[in-house]
């Protein structure tokens, strides 16, 4: 029996592209109709959903050349990211009302989804349902298949407070790195990086140059970049690269936070030949066969305790667009998540 639907709901819409600093006035939490699911369709109402500074929508003379259309957003149509949610109707699909799924239809009340752009959870594989929202399958990618993290490894991941760099040094952690090290804007996120999450040491940004920092923190070099950031930091792992180091680059928030999104890094090429330091770009899109290990692996440490979900969470569809721009400021630690 499908659930009771009222006429309408709230979503929030980019009301203009954003020339500078982000703020809540680049959007709008509006009043629509709910959308009616046709065949095959799938009407979910959200519970929890995810914000990222990843979402933080761009300004590019050419969309195209990203190559990522769901990470671009137009002014006037409803922002997007990863939420659970509750299956409402679901014509000609053997979803069953009550269901819970995950999708990438965030930032609105109600969606309405092609049956194949949700997945049924499990409840019992992760500990805490709001897990489903990390973005810790893209750090245990990174050190799982990006850079095969081993036993003894130095480890450096950049953007370590955040959604992604939060899971990703606990997880060469548990890969066996013998020393992990993180990079962050602030002392009091650097120590709580230290105190709670397992970092060994960590690299301030506002602290001088990130290369001697690093140095002083890793003085016989490291083996594995885990970088979400780019920029300096990758130039600064790369100096200090260790023969044969491998690097996997799972973001580059030093653009996508800039004016321009696509603003390339100058590194040594000769340095990465010289020391054969392998680079590996790596999405989630390309890999999504590893997600039932990942799943079983974040489960068992979840329960075990051998790994934390740090996450904030918010009550309000009208807190997501002040919270997308706290990210972008660096005021969070770990993931942000609103309760709807």
């Given at each position: 029996?499908?659930?009771?639907?009222?006429?309408?709901?709230?979503?929030?819409?980019l009301?203009?592209?954003?020339?500078?600093?982000?703020?809540?006035?680049?959007?709008?939490?509006?009043?629509?109709?709910?959308?009616?699911?046709?065949?095959?369709?799938?009407?979910?109402?959200?519970?929890?959903?995810?914000?990222?500074?990843?979402?933080?929508p761009?300004?590019?003379?050419d969309?195209?050349a990203?190559?990522?259309?769901?990470?671009?957003?137009?002014?006037?149509?409803?922002?997007?990211?990863?939420?659970?949610?509750?299956?409402?109707?679901?014509?000609?699909?053997?979803?069953?009302?009550?269901?819970?799924?995950?999708?990438?239809?965030?930032?609105?009340?109600?969606?309405?989804?092609d049956?194949?752009?949700?997945?049924?959870?499990?409840?019992?594989v992760?500990?805490?349902?709001?897990?489903?929202?990390?973005?810790?399958?893209?750090?245990?990618?990174?050190?799982?298949?990006?850079?095969?993290?081993r036993?003894?490894?130095?480890?450096?991941?950049?953007?370590?407070?955040?959604?992604?760099?939060?899971?990703?040094?606990?997880?060469?952690?548990?890969?066996?790195?013998?020393?992990?090290?993180?990079?962050?804007?602030?002392?009091?996120?650097?120590?709580?990086?230290?105190?709670?999450l397992?970092?060994?040491a960590?690299?301030?940004?506002?602290?001088?140059?990130?290369?001697?920092?690093?140095?002083?923190a890793?003085?016989?070099?490291?083996?594995?970049?885990?970088?979400?950031?780019?920029?300096?930091?990758?130039?600064?792992?790369?100096?200090?690269?260790?023969?044969?180091?491998?690097?996997?680059?799972?973001?580059?928030?030093?653009?996508?936070?800039?004016?321009?999104?696509?603003?390339?890094?100058?590194?040594?090429?000769?340095?990465?030949?010289?020391?054969?330091?392998?680079?590996?770009?790596?999405?989630?899109?390309?890999?999504?066969?590893?997600?039932?290990?990942?799943?079983?692996e974040?489960?068992?440490?979840?329960?075990?305790?051998?790994?934390?979900?740090?996450y904030?969470r918010?009550?309000g569809?009208?807190?997501?667009?002040?919270?997308?721009?706290?990210?972008?400021?660096?005021?969070?630690?770990?993931?942000v998540?609103?309760?709807?």
């Amino acid at each position: 029996m499908s659930l009771p639907v009222p006429a309408t709901h709230r979503e929030v819409r980019l009301a203009a592209l954003p020339d500078g600093e982000l703020t809540p006035g680049h959007f709008e939490v509006v009043t629509a109709p709910v959308p009616t699911p046709g065949p095959g369709q799938v009407l979910v109402r959200n519970r929890l959903m995810s914000v990222a500074a990843v979402m933080r929508p761009l300004t590019l003379a050419d969309p195209d050349a990203l190559g990522l259309p769901q990470l671009l957003h137009k002014a006037g149509e409803v922002m997007r990211g990863a939420a659970l949610g509750e299956v409402v109707r679901a014509p000609g699909t053997e979803l069953a009302p009550g269901t819970l799924v995950r999708h990438r239809a965030g930032w609105r009340e109600y969606a309405v989804l092609d049956a194949p752009e949700v997945s049924p959870v499990e409840p019992d594989v992760l500990p805490d349902p709001a897990a489903h929202l990390s973005q810790g399958f893209t750090a245990w990618l990174g050190v799982v298949r990006g850079a095969g993290v081993r036993r003894g490894d130095t480890v450096f991941v950049t953007g370590a407070a955040g959604g992604v760099g939060s899971l990703a040094g606990q997880f060469a952690r548990l890969h066996g790195a013998e020393r992990v090290i993180g990079s962050t804007g602030s002392r009091h996120k650097a120590d709580l990086l230290t105190r709670e999450l397992g970092y060994d040491a960590v690299v301030l940004r506002s602290a001088g140059s990130v290369e001697e920092q690093l140095r002083t923190a890793a003085p016989d070099g490291i083996d594995v970049l885990f970088d979400t950031v780019g920029g300096e930091q990758l130039r600064a792992a790369l100096a200090v690269a260790r023969r044969n180091a491998r690097f996997a680059l799972v973001g580059a928030l030093a653009a996508q936070l800039s004016d321009d999104a696509l603003a390339p890094t100058g590194i040594s090429t000769l340095t990465l030949i010289t020391r054969s330091v392998t680079l590996r770009g790596i999405s989630a899109v390309d890999h999504q066969d590893a997600m039932p290990a990942y799943l079983s692996e974040f489960g068992r440490a979840l329960r075990e305790g051998a790994l934390s979900y740090p996450y904030t969470r918010l009550t309000g569809l009208d807190q997501a667009p002040g919270a997308l721009c706290e990210l972008v400021e660096g005021r969070h630690l770990g993931a942000v998540l609103v309760e709807l």
